[in-house]
């Protein structure tokens, strides 16, 4: 008996622990739910700062005024910082409503650049998700590509990638 009370408690933890999956249904119906002014402010400001500091050091890069090597990692760390944030926020965000593309989020926001730049830590949890989102279409094959080739090392060049859709 204590056998058997001991099996259905770990059972029920385990059951209790598993993340909910929910249907394309599902995820379109909390989309419509949120403000979309609000969510548009906060993907505008997501690829503000997606570009911030890589703005700063492609212009230095492009003028040949590239600051010491201690400088310039600093300021990366600073944007892999961000992109941390970032791509930890769009995660959430992607789970819950689906991936707010331009079309769904009524902004032309390029916010797929956040999980472009992701780190490739992100990869496990990222390609399932964006599988996902790529089979119910709120994703572009091209930007799923894209997405994926950034995290597996932009091995090559993407042309076909870029060329299917």
Known sequence: MKTYIIFNLCLLILISCKPSIKTNKEIEQAFLALDKELLQKELKQMTDNDQFYRSLLDSLYQTGKQPPQKEWDSLWNLQKQID??????????????????????????????????????????????????????RLTAAEHHMIQWNLEGRQGMPLKIITQN
């Open 84 to 137: 941390n944030q970032n791509t930890q926020r769009l995660l959430e965000l992607t789970e819950k409503y689906g991936f707010p593309d331009p079309q769904r989020s009524g902004k032309p926001i390029p916010i797929w650049l956040i999980f472009q730049h992701a780190d490739d830590k992100y990869c496990d949890q990222l390609m399932p998700l964006l599988d996902r989102e790529l089979e119910a279409k």
